[in-house]
């Protein structure tokens, strides 16, 4: 099958917002509780970091363990990889990911103060000053046939939405409301005239949207 | 991860039935129609057998995608193999699934009449005389450490649920009915006291029924 561009396990709240305000090096999500926006994925048996034994291997878990399959490459805006912003004042932190990020690929980070690339475990950070076009252009090359997955968060979404360089598209809506910070979009009915909508309930409580071009 | 064993897109008809009756080389499902009865998974695009391009990336398109995900071998009845009954009367036919297999793993058919194996493009197939138990143990060594699919159909199924060797189980309920031919189950709650049960209703008109043990 020909590379795909795919958003995957993309979780906003009922509002529409991916993250909250005021981001942090202790608050990734800034106001916002990621245990609880992504409690519905953290309960599954193939959630990446799980450190116990168990979990779910409902309906969340496929669309859990499906994160990995055919990707070759991701691409994140800077602030998922940490939260600086203009110059960075040295090279000496790695990012939120820890020693064992859970990309496993290639991994593409969007900025305008690029710094060399390194590695950690099996995941290779490179940082690019580029458009949507151009940094897809590289993520595709380096996926090798693969996916390219756009992880985010939802200024980078956005860009690769306005766009037009997403094929597929997988959003959670946490039935927790946030009220202010990045948003994603007012209502899901925005994308329609671009995208077929599914919307699917979960017994954990997250409506998956699942989107794919028309 | 521990390997598992798993049965993943299985489908029954609203009553229980996962075939029909009057199997025959024409008609593998007997007076069950394969099409109608498997119409949620043929319209998704990663369908295995999927001639033109298109088809949905909804739900039921990620329960068709995870088919061969983490998968090392399968386990089939003889049934699904074939529609001849006792000895075979020669070797000369190579089963239902075509030079490219869809399994794409050694796949074991058991049979009280064994015969050569044999490879069609990346799936072998071996034949054995074995209790679930003891093929079980031939499937997880051919795995190498993934999981192992029970490929069906009904009594295959059953037996390896009877000697409770199922870890996860995924049946799709098609809205038609059958009426007579191989039941798997007069109701899915025959199996609540050993499984939890995740129940989805997809927009394309099955029920997913996710099973994980208690």
Redesign the interface.
Same mark, same amino acid.
């Given at each position: 099958?020909t590379p795909m561009v795919r958003v995957q396990n993309f979780t906003v709240s009922s509002d529409g917002y991916g993250s909250g305000t005021g981001q942090s090096h202790e608050r990734p999500f800034g106001h916002a509780n990621p245990a609880e926006l992504m409690s519905w994925a953290i309960s599954t048996?193939h959630f990446p970091n799980r450190a116990a034994p168990g979990g779910?291997?409902?309906?969340d878990d496929?669309?859990v363990?499906?994160y990995s *399959?055919n990707i070759g490459a991701e691409i994140m805006g800077r602030n998922k990889f940490g939260p600086q912003r203009g110059p960075w004042e040295n090279h000496d932190w790695q990012g939120w990911w820890g020693n064992e990020p859970p990309f496993h690929t290639p991994v593409f980070v969007l900025t305008h103060h690029p710094r060399p690339s390194f590695t950690l475990s099996d995941t290779t950070f490179h940082f690019l000053d580029a458009s949507p076009k151009d940094a897809l252009a590289q993520a595709l090359a380096a996926a090798d046939g693969k996916d390219v997955r756009i992880g985010g968060g939802v200024a980078t979404v956005r860009q690769f939405l306005d766009a037009d360089l997403i094929d *597929?598209m997988h959003v959670a809506v946490a039935p927790i409301e946030l009220g202010h910070g990045e948003q994603l979009w007012e209502s899901p009915e925005e994308l329609v005239d671009r995208f &077929?909508l599914?919307?699917?309930p979960?017994?954990s409580g997250v409506v &998956?949207h699942?989107f794919?071009r028309r």
């Amino acid at each position: 099958m020909t590379p795909m561009v795919r958003v995957q396990n993309f979780t906003v709240s009922s509002d529409g917002y991916g993250s909250g305000t005021g981001q942090s090096h202790e608050r990734p999500f800034g106001h916002a509780n990621p245990a609880e926006l992504m409690s519905w994925a953290i309960s599954t048996a193939h959630f990446p970091n799980r450190a116990a034994p168990g979990g779910t291997y409902g309906l969340d878990d496929y669309i859990v363990r499906d994160y990995s *399959t055919n990707i070759g490459a991701e691409i994140m805006g800077r602030n998922k990889f940490g939260p600086q912003r203009g110059p960075w004042e040295n090279h000496d932190w790695q990012g939120w990911w820890g020693n064992e990020p859970p990309f496993h690929t290639p991994v593409f980070v969007l900025t305008h103060h690029p710094r060399p690339s390194f590695t950690l475990s099996d995941t290779t950070f490179h940082f690019l000053d580029a458009s949507p076009k151009d940094a897809l252009a590289q993520a595709l090359a380096a996926a090798d046939g693969k996916d390219v997955r756009i992880g985010g968060g939802v200024a980078t979404v956005r860009q690769f939405l306005d766009a037009d360089l997403i094929d *597929t598209m997988h959003v959670a809506v946490a039935p927790i409301e946030l009220g202010h910070g990045e948003q994603l979009w007012e209502s899901p009915e925005e994308l329609v005239d671009r995208f &077929h909508l599914e919307r699917v309930p979960s017994p954990s409580g997250v409506v &998956h949207h699942f989107f794919w071009r028309r």
